[in-house]
């Protein structure tokens, strides 16, 4: 993938000194098993592009620093990249923590791409002309609704809505209710709790007596599997749908078979269905020696690296400030054929989202895995999906 990058021959050539990109996200901690592959993600594209010469020669360089899923911590080590002179910054995984560090960014007016917090704020709070904000991941505006109608669709129309309380799931919990509220439904049963809750029996056995006939779950870690765990003990036999949370191995291993069945929004779902896609995940396995623990968060990160990449190829005279590289985000970029998406101007002045609708499908866990809930998404799947 990485032949692409032919530079142009004007711009600073001969200058070897690194181009330095900050990343951030949850390392360690409750949420590193979507951290660790959005971090892998990028190192993987950081090496191909390496190994194709860089950008002008000067090989990409990342300063990586773990926020462990705190906000203050994330705050610190965002001060701490900016402070390091990076020309952009890649990460953050939880809403929280990222809308807790965001105005840094943009005040000093230093890109950030996000590739796994879906939280509808993080791409809304600047206006969008003047938003350094950027982000490769479908939000929860997004995510939301498609997942509402689609059980719909299949007739579960008493919904239990189960969301934690960080900002994660107070953006998420008010996206459904509005998603809900557009098919004229209200939620039968509400639950709200705080992360790291391990009994939640009493409000199943609320749910269930209110007359829900599906959970929607919205939290970001164990919790998931706790609800899943806690309706098995129940003998409630009622699907639990919800976010992309729903493919992390906390809940495919914390609920094992009572996983199963369980329904979720994905931008990308590890089955090699084409070029692009099986060359990713066999590049990936053979790297870190293991299958990809959290697909998405993997490519989506991946795809942000090479548009940051193709971003500073737009930049006529090589001087990588953040000014430059905002407008080159926003127009001034060759089409990236990625493995989420074919990104034909993905962002623009008035557009900081690069998924759409379209890119979306409602994912399966299957025997332990995530797989394609329709086949028809299996088949639609074979081709990459360009935003609409």
Not at 107 to 121: N, W
Request: proline share 5%; with cysteine.
């Amino acid at each position: 993938m990485g032949a692409v990058l032919a530079p142009p021959v004007h711009a600073q050539i001969g200058s070897t000194t690194p181009v330095r990109i900050g990343v951030v996200g949850p390392f360690t901690g409750p949420s590193a098993d979507f951290g660790v592959p959005m971090l892998n993600g990028i190192k993987l594209a950081v090496d191909e592009i390496n190994a194709v010469g860089g950008y002008l020669g000067r090989p990409l360089e990342l300063v990586v620093k773990d926020d462990t899923a705190d906000p203050e911590q994330g705050r610190k080590v965002s001060q701490e990249l900016l402070n390091d002179k990076v020309v952009a910054t890649i990460g953050f995984c939880n809403t929280g923590v990222a809308l807790k560090s965001i105005d840094l960014f943009q005040e000093a007016k230093s890109p950030l791409i996000v590739p796994c917090s879906t939280g509808t704020a993080v791409t809304a709070k600047y206006p969008s002309p003047q938003s350094y904000i950027f982000r490769v991941q479908g939000r929860d505006a997004l995510q939301a609704p498609f997942m509402v109608e689609d059980i719909v669709k299949r007739g579960w129309d008493k919904v239990a809505i189960f969301a934690d309380t960080t900002g994660y799931g107070e953006g998420g919990y008010a996206d459904v209710v509005a998603a809900l509220a557009a098919k004229n439904l209200k939620p039968v049963y509400v639950s709200r709790f705080a992360l790291g809750v391990k009994d939640l029996s009493a409000e199943l056995t609320a749910a269930r007596s209110a007359g829900a006939n599906v959970i929607f779950s919205y939290t970001v870690g164990q919790e998931n599997a706790v609800i899943a765990n806690g309706k098995k003990a129940l003998n409630w036999k009622v699907p639990q749908v919800g976010p992309w949370t729903l493919s992390f191995p906390f809940f495919l291993e914390g609920a094992k078979d009572a996983a199963e069945g369980a329904l979720m929004v994905q931008t990308f779902v590890a089955e090699p269905s084409n070029e692009r896609r099986a060359s990713f995940l066999s590049s990936y396995t053979r790297k870190y020696q293991r299958k990809v623990a959290v697909p998405m968060a993997a490519a989506n990160a991946y795809d942000a690296t090479y548009l940051l990449m193709y971003s500073f190829l737009g930049i006529r005279d090589g001087n990588l400030n953040g000014k430059a590289i905002k407008e080159a985000l926003e127009g001034k970029m060759k089409t990236y054929y990625g493995v989420v998406s074919t990104y034909e101007k993905p962002f623009s002045v008035e557009d900081k989202d690069a998924i759409t609708r379209n890119m979306l499908v409602i994912g399966m866990v299957k025997n332990g895995a995530i797989t394609f809930a329709y086949p028809e998404d299996a088949k639609r799947n074979l081709i990459i999906q360009r935003k609409q």
